[in-house]
């Protein structure tokens, strides 16, 4: 189907995910204006959000399986496999923390309904960052995301931990907002243009300047700030710990998800002719990233804690497919975000339901003896562990395995060989988890009475597991697909403009 | 026997079945009642028995080639297939794994009171890992099997073990995990450059063997990563210190299956991948040196070692060591004789050593310690268990007319041209093993009956009698007519030896191997 973006319906076509979940989500709010106060009234909004999740993957769906392209050059927002595949990841994983939500919220006490539609605008947010071809529509969607997600983050506001978590995200946030905007503003002066493909063209026709060097230093600081990249991930452990757990499971999957699927685009399709340039930063950023996050993941006792530098090592083992810059490297990306995200939603969703009410967090000791009280939540969290780790049998190995292979097919070994090293520290602090729930007696016989396992929650968190194995054993339709999609990137990253 | 098997194409469907067997027996366990939990692992490992035994008479052993082969896409796109086949080698492990199955469900028969229906939910998965790793042709394939295998063996040290489980069973997994993180890199590379010298990317064992020279290069790096990951498993002398502590914390089945099958992937890795992959490098004149020696050295070592055990399970599971070195031994002896050797060792080595846990769990299950010095004497008491002990000693120290002899016997001889000094002090190793070994069954069995609590622990059961009875009927078989054991793996370690011997540096020694040619 051919859309031309510079007609107004055209647009409307092209923009429909977005435009369906920001009217579903004003729809909301005017629920909300007249249905605010009682636990019903949030959970019904909860309810009524995930139906504009829905409809937005369906819109997605639908232009991606007609194959929607634009007539002539994708202005401000790109119209290929790519996004629509991105969009559907960032969908499901908004869906899935909104239902990971739904009781929680309630339990922890904070009735207030326009917690969904923050998600959702995230959400929107995301897709625009991680559907952006043109740097002003990747701004704005970095700035819908990000001050949605500084409010969440200090949802909570009876925990001080909570606010000290939304301030230190948002003056951090801010900070790199500010490095990306340097960068956006240079390159531009560097290029003359703001569309992604125009400026790719550009930039490979002339001489690369030291404008335009640094506008692409600048960019690349303002991402490694938003995926929490070494050494610009200090306020990932705080924030991820201070947030509420659902919160934090959607910073760890989505956000870092729509940030890496923009920088494989930005990389791809502005910055190919820099390839040397910014091969070595990259690397040297997945080295240090992997390495530190994994060390220091070692030395957590608190589970959340833990699972923000995991998060930050699984960056590092993220930014090796970057590297490879290959139509396998951005299929690797794809996969290697899908099993990630899975995997964490599921994680902090039982996380969630663990948390005692009140408490600031999970330890690991909290978990130990799960298995003879809640013998299926303790299975659902090791195979989140093995899935981490990267264990064959779990989707988590497929996509590790695709990292390796991207960064090898291009006769690299050093970073396959660090990112190796790095998954076999990281056993050092998954495996006591399983340990603690599997294998140690519980410390009193109602240590888990607490626990609470919400229907909708334990579905989601069910599928997931139970995908995360399937896909593990049987990965060919996911990867099939992926690979499509990949491919797409590259070719509409090639046009050269005329100049 | 063969016309049979023909009319019911057994070599079509054998190995896929017995892969899946055992994953059909969980959820049977899972419907059945807890306390029927082991009947179904019986059942399981029984039909397994049957209808792997067929094998025996449906192998070729006339073809030195793979049989029973299967090669169909799994993730095609990939190059990744379900590639499965078996020749000598890998028979005689498909083999033994399935002789121990019945065997480790019926010695845990009393021993495992809790937990039941997890515990043979385990085992079960842990033979279709096992069998796996020995009949997997596909890389990416073997991988998965190989990885696969830690998390039964981790729940089954770390659930069912005795004191210190949790350390050693970490300590397990994490020794063997990092040990073969390497080996993932390695075997992606190799389809890399395998695929881009063929233009053919596949995952599969053959292509990549027929296409070694393409690897050449990087030789040394590949071959060092399989090299860790199976030098941990083997274990090999300086990587050897995750096993006394799981084996001796595991529970009896738990140290059967690792003695008698897992430290076997080591080495039979070695021999299916490692060296034939990159037989330059790993046969060159250093890497041998350094390898037998280290080989001799855990021989030695462990020997000395196990000598001043106080804990019999702990002395047991060093001799393991000091074994599977003579097996290294014989491997990078790279005659006829010495892979031969090699692979009896294996054999032998999975029946006594498995023979001494399972009596060592008996001891257990009755007295509650495995201290030496706690016992003395049982020979009175328990004259059965003295006596199938006694032969399994005599079997592990390697006396004529038991299984030990055949196997060390042709690793010496074997090995004698190209490591002759090292070989020498490795039939030291042979007298050591025989103070260990006998020492510690005089202290327990025979000396002055001193401690009273020993009085009333009682003699086999008809139980255990069909534990140990096969077991020590197959040492006295493979001691005194090693023949048909030997006839079928000819074969694939004749084909072996040819593979790599053009790699092989000029020996030093002007002597000529025993009955090889001139």
Known sequence: ?????????GAVLGLLPELALTAWALVILLVIAWRHTTVADTRLVGQLSIVGYVLAAGAAGWLGLQGAHAEGLNLMIALDGFRFVSDILLLWIGAAVTVISLRWLERQGMLAPEYYVLLMLATVGMMLLAGAADMITLFLGLEVMSISVYVLAGYDRSRRASAEAALKYFLIGAFASGFLLYGIALTYGAAGQFIFSLIGGQLAATPPTLMAKLGMGLLLVGFAFKVAAVPFHAWAPDVYEGAPTPVTAFMASGVKAAAFLALARILAEVFPAFVELWRPVVGGLAIATILVGNLTALAQTSLKRMLAYSAIAHAGYLLLAIWAQSDSGTAAVLIYLLAYGLTTVAAFGILASIERTGTETVRLADLEGLYSTRPLAATGLSVCMLSLLG??????????????????????????????????????????????????????PTAHDTIRFPRPATVAIACCVFVILVLGFWPNPVLNFASRQAVQLRHTAVVIAPR | MNAFLDSIGYGHWILHVLLVIPLLGIPAIFLVPVRNARWVALGVALVELVLGLGLWWAFDPANPGLQFVTDVPWIGGFGIGYRVGIDGISLMMVLLSVVTMPLVVWGSWSAIDQKQRGFYILLLALKTGMLGVFISLDLFLFYMFWELLLIPMYFVIGMWGSSNRLYAATKFVIYTFVGSALMLISIVWMMWTVGKATGEYSFAYTHLLANAKA????????????????????????????????????????????????????????????????????????????????????????????????????????????????????????????????????????????????????????????????????????????????????????????????????????????????????????????????????????????????????????????????????????????????????????????????????????????????
């Open chain 1, 1 to 9: 189907m051919l859309i031309d973006l510079s007609t107004p319906g």
């Open chain 1, 391 to 444: 264990f064959p049998g779990t989707f988590g190995f497929i996509g590790k395995w695709l990292l390796l292979s991207s960064a090898l097919s291009q006769g690299e070994w050093l970073l396959p060989l660090v990112a190796m090293i790095g998954s076999g520290i990281s056993i050092g602090y998954y495996l006591p988890v399983v340990l603690a729930m599997v294998m140690k007696p519980a410390p009193n």
């Open chain 2, 215 to 518: 690897m050449q290069p990087y030789g040394p790096y590949l071959f060092g990563a399989f090299a860790l990951a199976f030098a941990v498993k083997v274990p090999l002398f300086p990587f050897h210190t995750w096993l006394p502590d799981a084996h001796t914390e595991a529970p009896t089945a738990g140290s059967v299956e690792l003695a008698a099958i897992l430290l076997k992937m080591g080495t039979y890795g070695f021999l299916r991948f490692a060296i034939p992959f990159f037989p330059v490098f790993a046969l060159s004149k250093t890497t041998g040196n350094v390898m037998a020696a280290l080989a001799v050295i855990g021989i030695v070592y462990a020997a000395l070692v196990a000598m001043v055990q106080p804990d019999l399970k702990r002395l047991v599971a060093y001799s393991s060591v000091s074994h599977l070195g003579f097996v290294m031994l014989g491997i990078w002896g790279s005659t006829v004789e010495s892979v031969q050797g090699a692979m009896v060792v294996m054999i032998a080595h999975g029946l006594s050593t498995g023979a001494l846990f399972f009596m060592i769990g008996m001891l257990y299950e009755r007295r509650h310690t495995r201290k030496i010095a706690d016992f003395g004497g049982l020979a009175r008491v328990a004259p059965m268990l003295a006596t199938a002990f006694a032969i399994t000693t005599f079997a592990s120290i390697g006396l004529p007319g038991l299984n030990g002899f055949i196997g060390e016997f042709l690793v010496l001889i074997g090995s004698f041209t190209r490591y002759p000094w090292l070989v020498a002090v490795a039939a030291t190793a042979v007298v050591f093993s025989a103070c260990y070994m006998l020492w510690s069954t005089q202290r327990v069995f025979f000396n002055r009956f001193t401690n009273p609590l020993n009085e009333g622990i009682g003699d086999l059961n008809v139980r255990e009698l069909a534990v140990l009875v096969p077991l020590i009927l197959g040492m006295f078989w493979m001691g005194l007519y090693p023949g048909p054991i030997l006839r079928r793996t000819e074969g694939a370690v004749r084909r072996y030896v040819e593979m790599v011997s053009p790699s092989l540096p000029p020996s030093d020694s002007t002597r000529s191997s025993f009955g090889a040619q001139p």
